[in-house]
């Protein structure tokens, strides 16, 4: 059982986040400290002239939400929203917090995922602690 745990959270059609929180369920000790992280990635430049006036805050709010509600799930349940390259902030903030499992979803990989990696994967390969890919 694990004491703290991380739970990167992504809220598109690919990704359900009901089956790793379940999972951190199953795994977590008494008390143990559930935080759930969302990263938001940056938006290419000639893209946010297409999004209307706002649309950031307000999903950055939306997103604020939903974790909240979620963390309150569980006794010792947190939640961090962090800018930047998923796969660098999940293992900067796993080592930040002093994870000890961290519990990730992952999509079927495609053809550039074998020559890329998907996040999931980097996160499996330089994470320091114990990780749980769901599928």
Known sequence: MYSNILVPVAFDEEHNPDAALNVARALSSDGARVTLLHVMEDVPAYAISYMPEGYAVEL????????????????????????????????????????????????????????????????????????????
Do not use: N
């Open 60 to 135: 950055q709010g939306a997103i604020e939400s939903e974790l909240r509600s979620r963390a309150a799930e569980f006794d010792d349940g947190a939640w961090k929203i962090l800018a930047g390259q998923a796969a660098h902030e999940i293992l900067t903030y796993a080592e930040e917090i002093g994870a000890d499992c961290i519990v990730i979803a992952s999509h079927r990989p495609g053809f550039g995922d074998y020559l890329i990696g998907s996040t999931a994967g980097r996160v499996v390969r330089h994470a320091t602690c114990a990780v749980m890919v769901m599928r």
